[in-house]
């Protein structure tokens, strides 16, 4: 270090007398005071050069290399080597001018006085950052306390206003609403990865979404790239009102869209698929044709591509939902009585149907609370009939008695003999899991004992078919018996027939379990014996049978068309079994409402064009040229195709006629003749 240097340290200048610690002006600021403060400007608002370092004059920039170690060194090591610094400067310029000599010392014991200095800089440094970052936790850690103990202190408060806190269930509010729709739960993809791993189920679509060309993300349906690509049909969804915390949206279709819906009909009453796979290679994501031509693949066992139509058909129904609407919090409403909302309605249950067969039972869970949420008070499509059966599947048993012990005040679901039989029987399948405590166990065993007996009071004529069902020969004492025996299940109404048939036909094979069979085997011989013994609850469960079960309203009439279980089928009524059921709208509701109506087509015999009316017998699709009141120019090649095909039919038709000569006899005859003399 040069002489220069040193003088610097000590405050020296050349030709001045030395200095004492007030002419030594260092400001020692920390670099975040020093950032808040900003550069120091001058009077004449310029900034002074060396801001920061007030008393240090420098001709050298070189000089001040370790000056600023120093500098940082002193300000960290705080107040004490604030002093220490001080009075070293002081006591070395007293000794100087004491002597009053100008000898300088010598540069060994200067060197080694500062590289101490620097060192204890260095870890004054040190020990300082160290100090920062403790007082920062200690400042975080002091707020983070204060914040627990103000929250604390407030739950007193709130506990000392509301009285002494008694432990309990918590609210039906603080809890998830029954028809509460998870968005993971709608991917089957999710149920079959807990089944067989992710490996197994995503190996082959890793590939493919790489290739993905469709940007909108949809809960309902994963989009496929072999699917045609997707533009608007002209289907919208609009929000109607909203009241009382529910929101009611209807879907609305476009113009060109009702144009579409009127040559689908048309293509219907033809009864030609073709027709509908035409009409769809000009119109890709019509829904009610692809509603449609999926039933047809469905019938000729070509179940891929029925499902594939169908998740195509939901596609096109999410892309077109408002930005309102909501799958989850089951507060959305759809009315069923507009024919442009049931779309929505029977894709969602055929795609149901699919996930069922296809071994996801909990998927299908989740749609079937989808269904009911979008309108459970009237529950068009009956899915209380359903959902059940669903969740026994899924071994949801926990949801399944939620679900009854919430709705049973308000709906009467033990009424129905889905839920009267399935609600016991999840009691006693949850009271055979090992995973919860004895007391737990054995409540849930005698909750399910009870309420089967209430089911068998109530339903006795389930009984013999359920263990026909289950290849179950009864015991003799059962079979003789007048309350279990035929005449249990002759005597029942109509309707409460179809509800059984219904419910064994669907959900039989979970009785078939030997552990199931001896629990139920107990519980009827106990039924038994009350019967015997005259217990008022058998003619009151017959007197309620005969007044509730009259007659089976539509949706339940919909829901039994829609299931295709035989067995309900055949019970049908016949002013149910004589109508038309299309399966883009089996039996409508009487109430429709209609938002635009279909024009009606001229008949041939209006006209009395007999000759038409012909054609129209060979070919349904053919139409008169006066029974185009809204074609256009446009359409005259059209027309003219037409033509040319009824001509090429009847030709066709011709050639297959053979006509006999009866004037002339068949030589096949006499030669018969002749070998018979």
Known sequence: MSRRALRRLRGEQRGQEPLGPSALQFDFHDEDDAEEEGPKR???????????????????????????????GLVLNGERSDSLFTDTVVSGSKRRSQSGSAEPEKDGEVADRTASLEQSNMSGKLRKKKK???????????????GLEDIDRILERIEDNSGPHHPGPPPLSSKKQVLYVEHRHLNPDTELKRYFG?????????????????????????????????????????LLESKKGLSCFAFEHSE????????????????????????????????????????????????????????RALYSMECAFHPLFSLTNGTCRLDYRRPENRSFYLALYKQMSFLEKRGCPRTALEYCKLILSLE?????????????????????????????????????????????????????????????????????????????????????GALMPLLEYCSVRP?????????????????????????????????????????TMSWLEENVREVLQAVDAGDPAVEECESRRKVLYQCAPRNIHRHVVLSEIKEAVAALPPDVTTQSVMGFDPLPPLDTIYSYVRPERLSPVS??????????????NYTAEGERPEDGGAEGLDHIQGLNRLMLAVRDMMATFHFHDLEVPREDHAEGDGEWD
Not at 134 to 146: P, Q, R, V, Y
Not at 266 to 291: F, G, K, R
């Open 132 to 146: 920062k970052q403790k007082s920062k936790k200690n400042t975080t850690g002091e707020t983070s306390e204060n």
């Open 42 to 72: 001058g009077p004449g608002g310029r900034q002074t050069r060396g801001a920061g370092k007030e008393g240090v004059r420098v001709n050298n920039r070189f000089e001040l290399i370790n000056i600023e170690d120093l500098e940082e």
């Open 198 to 238: 992710a490996r197994a189920v995503l190996g082959e679509q890793r590939p493919r979404q790489r290739q993905r060309v469709y940007p909108k993300c949809t809960w309902l349906t994963t989009p496929k790239s072999t699917w045609p690509r997707y533009t608007k049909p002209g289907l919208s969804m609009r």
């Open 607 to 620: 006209h009395g064009n007999t000759i038409a009316l012909f054609f129209r017998s060979l070919l349904p």
């Open 376 to 460: 459970p008070d009237e529950d068009p499509l009956c899915m209380l009939l359903l959902i059940d059966h669903l969740a026994l599947r899924a071994r949801n048993y926990e949801y399944l008695i939620r679900l009854f012990q919430e709705w049973e005040a308000h709906r009467n679901l033990s009424q129905l003999p889905n839920f009267a039989f399935s609600v016991p029987l999840a009691y006693f399948l949850l009271s055979q899991q090992a995973d919860l405590p004895d007391q737990e166990l054995s409540s849930a065993r005698e909750k399910a004992s009870l309420l089967v007996r209430q089911a068998l009071f109530m339903f006795p």
């Open 256 to 311: 060109e869209y009702q144009q579409t819906q009127h040559k689908f009909l048309a293509a219907v009453e033809s009864m030609e698929p073709n027709n509908i796979v035409v009409l769809l290679q000009t119109s890709p994501y019509h829904v009610d044709s692809l509603l449609q031509l999926s039933d047809a693949c469905r019938f000729q066992e070509d179940q891929e591509m029925a499902r594939d139509l169908i998740e």
């Open 475 to 515: 015991d003799a004492a059962v079979a003789s018996h007048c309350f279990f025996g035929p005449s249990a299940e002759i005597s029942q109404p109509p309707a409460l027939s179809q509800l059984v048939s219904l419910y064994l036909g669907r959900s039989h094979f979970l009785w078939k379990e030997p552990a």
